[in-house]
C-alpha cells in the first residue's frame, strides 16, 4: 500500500518555503475569534467616543483653537453680517438714537428725526460689517476672545477668583465695539458711556454652572487620554487572541473600524448641523450665517473623520499588502530588492511623504504624543514588510 506524499510549498522565487499570506494551520479556539471580534466592535464604539472626546478638548479647552475658530468666524461673510445686525440691535435696543439726533438737528427738522433714525440703522448695518472686517477690530476681537477664554481655564482650573468679582460670570464683552459703531455713525464720542454696561455681553460661564464646568473639564481631559489608550489595547488584544492565520483579517478588520468611525464622524457633523441650525433659529435670514458658524466650529471635528479615514485606509492597505492575492504578491516582489538593499532611502522616502501630509493634511502637527505613535506605526510596519520579503525573496546569487 502505498503513502502519501507530502510536498513542501514552493515560494515564488522556486524554493521550499513559506509563502507571505498563505494560508497556515489554524486552531485558534472558536471562543477566541467570536472574543476578538466583540473586541473590534467595542473599539469602534469606544472610538467614536473617544474622537468626540478629542475634538471638545481640543475645541473648547485649547486657548489657540478657541481663538484660531473665532477668528475665522469674524472673517466669514455670513457670520461677520449677522454680528453686525446683533451690534446694531444691541445700539438701538439701549441708546434712543431718535432722541440723539433731534438734540443734534434744528428743531425745525424733528420730525424728520424719525424717519432717519431709522435709514441710519440700516446704514449701521453695512458700517458695522466695515468695522468689523478691519484689521484693527479683528485683533481686538481676538484679543477679547483669548481674554475671556483665559479666564475661563483660569477658573476651571482654580487657578483665579475673579469671577467672584465678575458678577459670577465669565463674559466675552462686545461693548466696545457697540461704542465704536455708534462713533462712527456720528452719533457723538459720549455715546459709549451711554451704553449700558450689559449690552454685547456674551456670557460664557456662570458662578452657578463652576462645579459642573470643573468637573466635565475634568472628565474630558482624563477620558481623551484613557479612551485612546483603550481603544489601541482593544486593536491589539484582539490580533493577539486569534491565531497567526487570522492575524492579518484582525489588523484588516481595525482598520475598517476606523475607516467606520471617520465616516460617522462626517455624518454625525452633517446632521447635527441641520439640527443645530433649525433649532437656534427660525429666521430664514441668519440661518446662512448659523450653518456658517457650525461648519467654522466643527471644522476639528471634520479634521479628525478625515484623519481616521486616512488611518484606516494605511491599515487595510497595509494587511491587503501582506496578504497571499496576486497582486499584493507582485508588488512585494517588486519592492523587495529596494527594501533590501537601499532599507535607509525606503525610510527617507516615508519620513518625507509622512511631513507632507502633515504639512498639507488635517493632522494636528502641534500634537507631539500622537505624532509619535504615527510615525512609531509607519516605521514598524516598514520594518516587518522589509523583513518578511527578505525571508519570501531572498536575494540570489
Known sequence: MRSPTVSAPVSHDGSTGNCAGAAAPDNTARWRIITAWVLIVVATIVALGASLDVWVKRQALDTN????????????????????VYLVNQLYANVDVQAQLERRLPDQLDPVAAPLAASLHQGAIGAADGLLGRSRTQEA???????????FIAVIDNKTKRLETSNGEVVLDLRPLIANLAQNQGLGGKLAAKVPSDAGRLVILKSKQLDTAQT???????????????VLGLYALAVFLVGTGRRRTMI?????????????LLVIRR????????????NVDFKPATAAAWGVGTHLLRNIGINLL?????????AWLAGGSR??????????????EHPVVVYAVVTAGLLIFLAAGPTDASRLIPLLILFGFAYLGIEVLRR??????????
Open 271 to 282: 446632521l447635527a448641523g441641520d439640527w443645530v441650525v433649525n433649532s437656534l433659529t427660525t
Open 388 to 397: 518578511e520579503t527578505a525571508r519570501e525573496f531572498p536575494a540570489t546569487g
Open 141 to 151: 476681537w481676538r484679543l477679547a476672545n483669548r481674554r475671556a477664554h483665559e479666564l
Open 252 to 264: 484588516m478588520a481595525s482598520g475598517f473600524s476606523l475607516l467606520l468611525v471617520g465616516i460617522a
Open 216 to 230: 466635565a473639564v475634568r472628565t474630558i481631559r482624563a477620558m481623551s487620554y484613557f479612551l485612546g489608550i483603550l
Open 327 to 340: 497582486p499584493a504578491t507582485a508588488i512585494r516582489r517588486w519592492l523587495a530588492p529596494t527594501l533590501r
Open 65 to 84: 483653537n478657541w481663538v484660531a475658530t473665532s477668528s475665522t468666524m469674524l472673517e466669514n461673510d455670513q457670520i461677520r453680517h449677522a454680528l453686525s
Open 310 to 318: 486616512t488611518y484606516g485606509t494605511a491599515i487595510v492597505a497595509a
